[in-house]
């Protein structure tokens, strides 16, 4: 199964053919649906105009969960359509929590990062750290923004020792590992507001939201 949205993060249709069928679940031969991984939700659409309501992703493979009764067989010729809106959301809020991480590991002398999580409307950073991080948000904020309003590019692809797993970079940075998806360019990302939660004891949470 070709993953297109690694290709062209900005295709929002795409004909292709049904693969296989299990029941309620479908694979497809090519797609732009993304499927939960690495933090990044899934995206929102459907195949030959029913509702995708679940991804999931087996690393080989997705299956697309649809209603009972679809109807879709093996060899069918379908088009896939993904909510555009949410998914520049995502891949925007995805770009901007890596850059985040990256700042936080050189201020805190590396902070052990628990958890990440991107939706279409925040992302999330969960470290184990003992003192509070909200003095240095500031900074790293200011130092996300700057590379937004450098708009610098960003290349997805696979480098050196990591050549095995797809990463990004921006450019001038090191490449990170990573399977989400990415713009093309920091500008496109925006500006960032960084919020300190303190979710449990020795859990500091970074929440990054876009500005509208
Ligand atoms: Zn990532």
Not at 50 to 59: H, K, M, S, T
Not at 106 to 133: C, E, P, Q, W
Request: glycine residues 10%.
């Amino acid at each position: 199964m070709r993953r297109v949205f690694w290709d062209d993060p900005y295709r929002f249709r795409l004909e292709t053919t049904v693969a296989a069928v299990d029941g309620q679940a479908v694979e497809l031969e090519e797609t732009i649906f993304y499927a939960f991984a690495g933090g990044q939700e899934s995206d929102y659409g459907d195949i030959a105009g029913r509702p995708v309501l679940e991804a999931v992703n087996y690393g080989d493979r997705i299956e697309y969960i649809l209603a009972d009764g679809h109807g879709l067989r093996a060899g069918d010729a379908v088009v896939v359509r993904v909510d555009p809106d949410r998914r520049l959301k995502l891949m925007r809020l995805h770009s901007a929590a890596e850059l985040v991480l990256q700042l936080m590991y050189s201020a805190t002398g590396g902070a052990r990062k628990t958890g990440a999580h991107i939706s279409a409307d925040k992302a999330r950073l969960d470290f184990s750290f003992a003192v509070s991080v909200a003095p240095l948000l500031p900074a790293i904020a200011a130092l996300v923004n700057e590379a937004v309003a450098a708009d610098l590019s960003i290349e997805c692809g696979y480098w050196g020792e990591s050549s095995e797993r797809r990463s990004w970079r921006v450019n001038g940075f090191e490449p990170v590992p990573c399977c989400g998806t990415h713009p093309l360019r920091t500008g496109e990302i925006g500006a960032v507001r960084l919020k300190r939660e303190n979710p449990g004891k020795g859990v500091e949470r970074v929440e990054i939201r876009l500005r509208p």
